[in-house]
């Protein structure tokens, strides 16, 4: 017989050496990104999904408008929307945790060999019985148990208190959101109307200095004019073009940014429906009046309150875990072994335990529990200071707002009448084209200013409210459909002039 080298390997060994490379090989994981195709292939799905279930525009954008389509097609409000569902979804399931263990088993078991034993006499160490079998090799098993403990019950019932509360906090956040979302809507929407009135006049202005520019240089090339002169004209024409310009670039991206508020496809023209007059709102409550409200609505500080309820629950429930558990349970079971008597039966049991080491965990866990709770009542202590600082900024801010759009509207009236008188004098011959230029140019500055001083008097105003803690919607609506949140809009606009404001000045 041929002796085997100390360094040869069975030939089973290496089977076995080379089934294990290969199952090795198969678990490992490589990156696999994603090809240009499969990218590609997303693009035309994301886009319908984005803006393939929105209502199209019908004409002229008014702020109710752009404010309910913002609150129904906004991404980021969609994911509010969606966190809270996901949170009332979390609730239903831990809800399920108080219920009772239903447990339902079967089986198969089988045997080589016979499960044959014999017994042994203690006193002598003797054979007493000859070798038995008292089951099958063979045999099928079920059993049915329903267990409940009381101990998982109670924490289980903490928890979906917590979670409750949970729920209730992101219904908060998402009215937080709301507002910051109308916020936006509101600032937008304005810079919008500005940039829509003063466009065509701007373009107007633009056309004639570049007229006026074409002749300068015509009268600067047949030396008609003095050099000096006809540089400064030149200067002048080229500033007032500049500034125009500028402006234009700047109010080009007003419709655009109200656009992605509203979730409207980039690029997709519309006009913003402009109001008739623009109404200055006017405070009548107190400001004693407004900080109490502040604390009362504001969602900052509901959800404050909300987080100080679960640290109270949290502490009952890590008293409850320091309880005994009580399980009670009840079974029916199954065995088809033919050499037992009965083979189907029926049992029930009651069983305490405790883990007595807890005594000891009692007082610490009761402490950090404490100090958790007055943590959270000292952060809503600073929370309310807060809402009362904001609260108090805003009024100022709002009736500064309004001072200076009353200033911007004297002065835009003058600027407007100069540049008549201007236009008037040019018509006439009776001066050149240039001052009227510059009347224009400052009477297209002058209503900038208007504009946007209105804006930030309308931001303010949003602020104001936002910072009282109103919400932008009604409670119920007649219906989620575009006019039906429009309409809620203005009976919630009509709600915060009776809160907040009375009508004109």
Known sequence: MTRQKPGDVPGRYRAL??????????????????????????????????????????????????????????????????????????????SLDMLPKLAAAAGYTSRSKENASSSQNVATGAQSLVPSVSSEKTSHTADLNLSWNVLDFGVGYFSAKQQSDRVLILQQRKRKVAMQLVQQVREAWWQAVGAQQLEERIDALL???????????????QKLRAPLDALNYRRQL??????????????????????????VPPGMP????????????????????????????????????????????????????????????????????KFLVNHS????????????????????????????????????????????????????????????FAMEKELNDVEQQIYAQNRNATSSGAQGRLPAILADANAVLSSLRLYQSYGELQNAYGQMGASLGLDPLPESTAGYDLPALAEAFKGAEGRWQGQVSGGKP
Request: proline residues 4%.
């Open 345 to 404: 039966w029926s049992d029930a049991g009651l069983r305490v335990s405790w883990n007595l080491l807890n005594l000891f965990s009692a007082g610490p866990i009761t402490k950090v529990a404490g100090a958790q709770l007055e943590v959270a009542r000292a952060q809503r202590m600073a929370l309310n200071m807060a809402v009362l600082t904001q609260v108090n900024v805003a009024y100022l801010d709002l009736q500064g707002r309004t001072r200076q």
């Open 17 to 94: 050496s080379a089934l294990l490379l290969v199952a090795l090989s198969g678990c490992a994981v490589t990156p696999a990104p994603f090809s240009l195709e499969e990218r590609r292939a997303t693009l035309a799905v994301d886009r319908q999904a984005m803006f393939g279930s929105q209502e199209p525009l019908g004409g002229p954008v008014t702020l109710q408008e752009a404010m309910a389509r913002a609150l129904k097609y906004n991404l980021d409000y969609r994911v509010k929307l969606m966190e809270e569902a996901m949170a009332q979804r979390q609730l239903d399931l831990s």
């Open 270 to 337: 519309f006009k913003v429906a402009v109001p008739s007059d623009m109404p200055t709102p006017a405070l009548t409550l107190t400001l004693d009046e407004m900080e109490e409200m502040a604390l009362v609505n504001r969602p900052e500080v509901n959800e404050a309150r909300y987080s100080e309820r679960i640290g109270a629950v949290e502490t009952r429930k890590a008293l409850a875990k320091l309880l005994p558990g009580l399980e009670i349970s009840v079974g029916q079971h199954y065995d088809s072994n």
């Open 207 to 221: 056309a004639e200095a570049n007229r006026a520019l074409e002749d300068a240089r015509q009268v600067e090339k």
């Open 238 to 263: 080229l500033d007032v073009i500049r500034q125009m310009g500028m402006i234009r670039n700047a109010l080009s991206q007003a419709k655009p940014r109200l656009a992605a508020i509203m979730n």
